[in-house]
């Protein structure tokens, strides 16, 4: 079984600084791990994910997320938030059928507002 | 960049009523999905599609729930008997890993 924990439901930052989201998971197996974003009234949308490769992973919008197994940890940061940046994040595992296709674990969200 | 849509963007139902949430998954794409995500709780799995049948589904989706992939472009959720407690927005998706997800379909049933 898989499990994630995002430790803060909601983050207030001020534009033009670091932006932290933190995340832990829990998995039986190798994870694959993810971030999405959901702006308001919008879909989810992918920002970046590892996939056993390289342990820091880049991503789109200046994000990036760095994959830690010692702490089982995929933790989120952007050096400088943009107001674009106010919308729910969430950290998912994903695990492989054995039939074919992934089941992916969500977090329960994090809520960033950015502060002009 | 390729997008799956889904249709309508919001639905309100009686109780007890059918409903088919519809979507049209990336063309080129093999696996299809369907979560949910009740307001104020996390997304959840519903179910997993994969050549024409049923690959994956979990313990809500119960025998009122059905998938379907009627032509070659759709791909649709149906609740049989709606319950107060199947409002939700329902998120379908398509891909292996890091899937797209559509928009939604915020259902509300009253």
């Known amino acids: 079984a898989q499990s994630v924990t995002q430790l803060d439901s909601h983050v207030s930052v001020s534009e033009g600084t670091p932006v932290l989201l933190r995340c832990n998971y829990s998995s039986s197996y190798s994870p694959s791990l993810f971030w999405y974003v959901q702006h308001p009234n919008k879909g989810l949308q992918l920002l970046l994910k590892?996939?056993?490769?390289?342990?820091l992973v880049k991503g789109i919008n200046g994000f990036e997320a760095e994959f830690k197994k010692s702490e089982t940890s995929f933790h989120l940061t952007k050096p400088s938030a943009h107001m674009s940046d106010a919308a729910e994040y969430f950290c998912?595992?994903?695990?492989?059928?054995?039939?074919?296709?992934?089941?992916?674990?969500f977090g329960g969200g994090t809520r960033v507002l950015v502060k002009p | 960049e390729p997008e799956v849509t889904q249709t309508p963007s919001h639905q309100v139902t009686q109780m007890g009523q059918e409903v088919i949430l519809r979507c049209v998954p990336i063309?080129?794409?093999?696996?299809f999905y369907w979560y949910r995500q009740i307001l104020g709780q996390k997304v959840e799995f519903l179910v997993s599609?994969?050549?024409?049948?049923?690959?994956?589904k979990s313990e809500i989706f119960d025998d009122q729930f059905s998938v379907e992939r009627p032509d070659g472009s759709n791909f649709t959720l149906k609740i049989r008997s709606t319950k107060l407690e199947d409002s939700a927005m329902y998120f379908c998706a398509s891909g292996e890993y890091g899937y797209t997800f559509g928009s939604g379909t915020r259902l509300t049933v009253v």
């Open positions: 599609f994969y050549n024409n049948e049923i690959s994956e």
């Open positions: 590892y996939t056993s490769a390289a342990t």
């Open positions: 063309s080129n794409h093999l696996y």
């Open positions: 998912v595992v994903s695990v492989t059928f054995k039939a074919a296709g992934n089941k992916l674990t």
